[in-house]
């Protein structure tokens, strides 16, 4: 079964940088397209960020376009989510997810537990 | 972007009985690229649904979706304790893609 877990949450200073990862088992990494999803805690869910099956396509929302970077490593089964001139709007549960398909952003099946990012100084 | 609003907020019921939660889209989502998730406390979201009425692998058939262009619903047809969740539906037919708001389904 697809395993999904992710690291490197943390505080971090408004203005500050922070880098998620995701590691991925159980599954051909490299048929699936995967993208960061979002949720304050005690709210609703926000997609923030996807990225193809083979890396060449890389999709933002407008909240977080020209600040954060989405990059993957398919030799390593990692996921990845640079996260700069962070906001306290930022702070949320992040969770990485498996899409149903190789392009685009469409359905989630798999997802990890999440890492909490905190933006406060 | 296209919003979905997603009604009731949260909905009262009882084991046995049957929930209908809505989704309807500030334009049409096209070919039903419509999703549905639950979450329960402290967990990730489920995939419930996807294609508006596909469940997903290892759903139960209790557990129906229907709809098209903009008014979509999620019907548990005889709510199982394990049910009792958060439900949110989620839009894929145009970017960005966008969750709804979420429906508690509460125990009565």
């Known amino acids: 079964e697809a395993q999904l877990l992710e690291s490197g949450g943390g505080l971090v200073q408004p203005g500050g940088s922070l880098r998620l990862s995701c590691a991925a088992s159980?599954?051909?990494?490299?048929?699936?397209?995967m993208s960061w999803v979002r949720q304050v805690p005690g709210k609703g869910l926000e997609w923030v960020s996807g990225i193809s099956a083979s890396g060449s396509s890389t999709y933002y929302a407008d909240s977080v376009k020209g600040r954060f970077t989405i990059s993957r490593d398919n030799s390593k089964n990692t996921l990845s989510l640079q996260m700069n001139s962070l906001r306290a709007e930022d702070t949320a549960v992040y969770y990485c997810a498996k899409d149903l398909r190789r392009t685009g952003t469409t359905n989630f099946d798999y997802w990890g537990q999440g890492t909490l990012v905190t933006v406060s100084s | 972007e296209i919003v979905l609003t997603q009604s009731p907020g949260t909905l009262s019921l009882s084991p046995g009985e049957r929930a209908t939660l809505s989704c309807r889209a500030s334009q049409s989502v096209g070919t039903s690229y419509l999703g549905w998730y639950q979450q329960k406390p402290g967990q990730a979201p489920r995939l419930l649904m996807s294609?508006?009425?596909s469940r997903a692998t290892g759903i139960p058939d209790r557990f129906s979706g229907s709809g098209s262009g903009t008014d979509f619903t999620l019907t548990i047809s005889r709510l199982e304790p394990e049910d009792f969740a958060v439900y949110y539906c989620?839009?894929?037919?145009?970017?960005?893609?966008?969750f709804g708001q979420g429906t508690k389904v509460e125990m009565k």
């Open positions: 159980g599954f051909t990494f490299d048929d699936y397209a």
């Open positions: 989620q839009q894929y037919g145009s970017s960005p893609q966008t």
């Open positions: 294609g508006a009425s």
